[in-house]
């Protein structure tokens, strides 16, 4: 399917690898000019060249931390006027709500909420002047279903949801839509870290942790970085424009609910 967007500039934060990295290669498979992020240079330089090698689209990769107001900076500056945003940031680490203090949850809201809001600041108004931007924020399952150890990202994630939910539709008539995907477990490194925590805390092998939560799915198998930046690009085209304040639940069926 042609997308619609070739030519159209994106902002992709925090994808030198994983999630956000799935999403910069589908865009950029659409036709997407490409401004990268990430805070490991040599995993940014190797995103950069499988993509230059891939596809005939413009790359940039800015070295930085999103969650600062430098790095914000200097991602604007490589892209001041982009056509589409895909908010992306690490998550805070897992720890029991008893061990966060007021730093690590100040830190968790600039990392999952502040920052995505900055950046929509930035860029919505171009966006709107010109009657075409896609905005697509990563947030978590989380936000439908708690998950141990994950309260700060996932109260976060929740509250940029609901700021947002009347953002998106004061815009949608200019042309804006902000939509939401909500990984489910998805097979990257932070999912494989969890693995590694499980199986040390039960003394099981790491392959016995991954079959047993594979097996919890519906689908019977982790999401891929592959698909999600499909649908990421799928949201950001054309034909979305009709799509806007939805959470996009990508999980094999793992949240039961009919609703």
Do not use: W
């Amino acid at each position: 399917m042609d997308l619609g967007i070739a030519g159209r500039k994106a902002i992709i934060c925090a994808s030198s690898r994983g999630l956000g990295k799935g999403c910069a290669i589908a865009l950029a498979e659409a036709g997407c000019d490409i401004v990268l992020n990430g805070r490991d240079k040599d995993a940014l330089a190797a995103t950069e060249a499988e993509i230059r090698s891939r596809f005939q689209v413009s790359v940039t990769s800015i070295v930085a931390d999103v969650s600062t107001r430098e790095g914000q900076k200097a991602i604007l500056a490589a892209c001041p006027s982009p056509d589409i945003l895909v908010n992306n940031n690490g998550g805070p680490p897992r720890k029991d709500y008893t061990e966060l203090d007021r730093d690590a949850i100040l830190t968790g809201v600039i990392q999952n909420m502040v920052t995505p809001i900055e950046l929509i600041q930035a860029v919505v108004g171009n966006m709107s002047e010109q009657g075409f931007g896609r905005i697509v924020n990563i947030t978590s399952m989380s936000v439908r279903m708690p998950i141990e150890g994950l309260d700060l990202s996932s109260g976060a994630r929740a509250g940029l949801t609901a700021f947002l939910a009347g953002v998106c539709r004061q815009v949608a008539g200019t042309g804006v839509t902000i939509n939401n995907i909500l990984p489910g477990k998805m097979d990257t490194d932070r999912l494989r870290g969890g693995f590694e925590r499980a199986a040390e805390q039960t003394g099981r092998s790491i392959d016995d942790v991954r079959a047993a939560q594979a097996a919890e799915i519906p689908a019977g198998r982790f999401g891929t970085a592959e698909e999600f930046g499909q649908t990421c690009a799928f949201l950001c085209s054309t034909h979305a424009g009709y799509i806007t304040g939805q959470n996009i639940l990508l999980d094999g069926g793992l949240f039961p609910s009919a609703f």
